[in-house]
């Protein structure tokens, strides 16, 4: 399925970034967005960071800031940056660099094409390219993506990526619930129920250079499992989405 373009702001698309205790790297991040020259909405959700991230993201200009009193998770972060954008194309980044900011103009573009595009760190790559992500990562993430794969008929390389390009109107089609990393699969599961196949553009990885994964990826990923065997259920019987 494929959503038109809207005619109101086919140029500036919201541009979501999570934030959660990323002082260290935000310089880096800031640095390389704005060299980009967007034509976008910067959109951060500071999820009650305890070091100084959300002064930091104050003083980015014309970025629009949402402070969480308490901290919502990563998923609590996007929903809230969802809501409060309103423009077509949606991009959505760490601010921890791992994914390089200078994919964000070819992931906004593929959007002309496709409903929703994953960044994908294993596309076309070698073993050798792949060396510097945590075995654990890349074991977990390949699992999960060959049994949603299997489950919602996709061919996914990179499920967890925390990188992405979408349309609003597709989220006109169900809720968005889970605050925590499993957000990454509702929105997966409830995309592909709603008709929106995942398509996807290939991204370097580069592991954090400051800070440290707030992810605890191998109970994470048990989690995951048993929440991708709900939803697989809930698409056979066509309950993950709305007509
Ligand atoms: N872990 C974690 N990250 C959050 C939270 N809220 C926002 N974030 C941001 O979400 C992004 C991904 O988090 P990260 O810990 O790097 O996860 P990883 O990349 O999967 O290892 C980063 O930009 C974080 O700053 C939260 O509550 N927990
Ligand atoms: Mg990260």
């Known amino acids: ?3 038109e373009n809207s005619a109101k702001d086919s140029s500036q698309f919201d541009l979501i970034v999570p934030v959660y205790n990323e002082e260290a790297g935000l310089p880096e991040f800031f640095n390389r967005l704005q060299a980009l020259k967007l034509n976008c909405q910067p959109i951060f959700i500071d ?3 305890e070091d100084n ?3 930091m993201l104050k003083e980015y200009p014309n970025a629009l800031v949402i402070e969480h009193p308490i901290n919502t998770g990563y998923g609590g972060s996007l929903i809230s940056g969802m809501e409060a954008g309103n423009n077509e194309h949606i991009v959505i980044i760490d601010a921890d660099c791992e994914y390089p900011p ?3 103009p070819e992931l906004e573009k ?3 094409r496709y409903d929703f595009v994953h960044t994908s760190r294993f596309l076309n790559k070698s073993a050798a390219q792949l060396s510097n992500m945590p075995l654990l990562k890349k074991a977990g993430n390949r699992m999960i993506s060959n049994a949603f794969n299997r489950l919602f008929d996709q061919q996914t390389t990179d499920l967890y990526t925390g990188c992405k390009a979408l349309k609003r109107a597709c989220l006109d089609r169900f809720n968005l619930q889970q605050k925590g990393f499993e957000h990454v699969l509702e929105l997966a599961a409830k995309m592909v129920a709603a008709g929106y196949d995942i398509d996807e553009i290939a991204v370097d990885f580069r592991p954090r250079q400051t800070g440290h994964s707030k992810m605890l990826h191998a109970s994470e990923t048990v989690k995951y499992f ?4 709900r939803y697989a259920r809930q698409f056979r019987a066509g309950k993950l989405s709305r007509p």
């Open 47 to 49: 999820n009650a960071s």
């Open 1 to 3: 399925m494929f959503v």
């Open 102 to 104: 200078e994919c964000i």
């Open 53 to 55: 991230s959300l002064a």
């Open 226 to 229: 048993r929440l991708l065997l």
């Open 110 to 112: 593929s959007l002309e």
